[in-house]
């Protein structure tokens, strides 16, 4: 399974299909709807929130998929993911990876995530981890803690990072990160046009993910209505 995945995914598009509770789109049968458009279009995945959506897409498309669980705890700002039971209830759909925030903020329910990650690759060994990270400093972390692979995900999304964006300077960030770890990089986060997807690609990273430009109207609709404001 490990294997199969990187080899489908490999300087190709994965689409992420997610609408939260607050936003229109928000129907596990429309993101399955919308992940069989995706893979019309030749995504070769997609990453997808919460068990309802991943089985629905999994039932629909039939893409290797990384699944997430958003997932607010009062006593932590660690949402995608965030606790051992997450991991474990995404796991058992038969996902080929699991992203997991990796932000190096404190867990819900003060979980260490070296133990969790330990215990998941225990009962689940058949599974990837994706670490999705927003410093220099939690990528090489979630490396050394073995992840499969590391994701750009919350870069501009933590207090850290705040303001911050993976094509800044033409990518600078990117090509530190592809300096200094030893996994393969899922480029992820505001990668908002097909020039920034091919430069993703030109620099190294393994796949892409794009969610926001592509899956989320309501987002791409405020972009056009700002623009003539």
Same mark, same amino acid.
Not at 171 to 181: A, C, G, I, M, P
């Given at each position: 399974m490990?294997?199969?995945f %990187?080899?489908a995914?490999?300087?190709?598009l994965?689409?992420?299909? /997610?609408?939260?509770?607050? #936003?229109?789109?928000?129907?596990?049968?429309?993101?399955? $709807?919308?992940?069989?458009?995706? @893979?019309m279009a =030749?995504?070769?995945g997609?990453?997808?929130?919460s068990v309802?959506?991943?089985?629905?897409?999994q039932?629909e498309? &039939?893409?290797?998929?990384? &699944?997430i669980?958003?997932?607010?705890?009062?006593?932590s700002?660690v949402?995608?993911?965030?606790?051992?039971?997450?991991?474990?209830?995404?796991?058992?759909? =038969?996902? #080929?990876?699991?992203?997991?925030q990796?932000?190096?903020q $404190?867990?819900p329910?003060?979980?260490?995530l070296?133990?969790?990650?330990q215990?998941?690759?225990t009962e689940?060994?058949?599974t990837? !981890?994706?670490?999705d990270?927003?410093t220099i #400093?939690?990528?090489?972390?979630?490396?050394?803690?073995g %992840?499969?692979m590391?994701?750009t995900?919350m $870069? &501009?999304?933590?207090?850290a990072?705040?303001?911050?964006?993976?094509?800044?300077?033409? %990518? +600078?960030? !990117?090509k530190?990160?592809?300096? /200094?770890?030893?996994?393969?990089?899922?480029a992820?986060g @505001?990668?908002d046009?097909?020039? @920034? !997807? @091919?430069?993703?690609? +030109? !620099?190294g990273?393994?796949a892409?993910?794009?969610?926001?430009?592509?899956? $989320?109207?309501? +987002?791409?609709?405020?972009?056009f209505?700002?623009?003539?404001?």
């Amino acid at each position: 399974m490990k294997n199969n995945f %990187f080899e489908a995914v490999k300087g190709k598009l994965i689409i992420s299909c /997610q609408a939260l509770p607050n #936003e229109p789109l928000h129907s596990s049968f429309i993101m399955a $709807r919308m992940a069989r458009a995706a @893979k019309m279009a =030749g995504a070769a995945g997609i990453r997808a929130n919460s068990v309802v959506d991943i089985q629905a897409i999994q039932d629909e498309a &039939g893409l290797p998929m990384i &699944g997430i669980a958003k997932t607010d705890y009062p006593d932590s700002d660690v949402f995608i993911t965030p606790t051992l039971k997450e991991m474990r209830a995404v796991a058992a759909t =038969g996902v #080929e990876v699991v992203a997991c925030q990796v932000t190096g903020q $404190r867990r819900p329910h003060d979980e260490k995530l070296a133990e969790i990650v330990q215990q998941f690759r225990t009962e689940f060994p058949n599974t990837l !981890l994706m670490a999705d990270t927003d410093t220099i #400093e939690n990528a090489l972390e979630a490396d050394r803690l073995g %992840f499969d692979m590391i994701g750009t995900t919350m $870069r &501009g999304y933590t207090p850290a990072t705040q303001g911050m964006n993976i094509a800044d300077h033409d %990518f +600078e960030y !990117l090509k530190e990160l592809r300096s /200094q770890v030893t996994r393969p990089i899922i480029a992820e986060g @505001k990668i908002d046009t097909p020039e @920034k !997807l @091919k430069r993703c690609l +030109e !620099l190294g990273c393994h796949a892409v993910v794009v969610g926001g430009a592509i899956t $989320r109207p309501l +987002e791409i609709a405020t972009r056009f209505i700002e623009a003539i404001k």
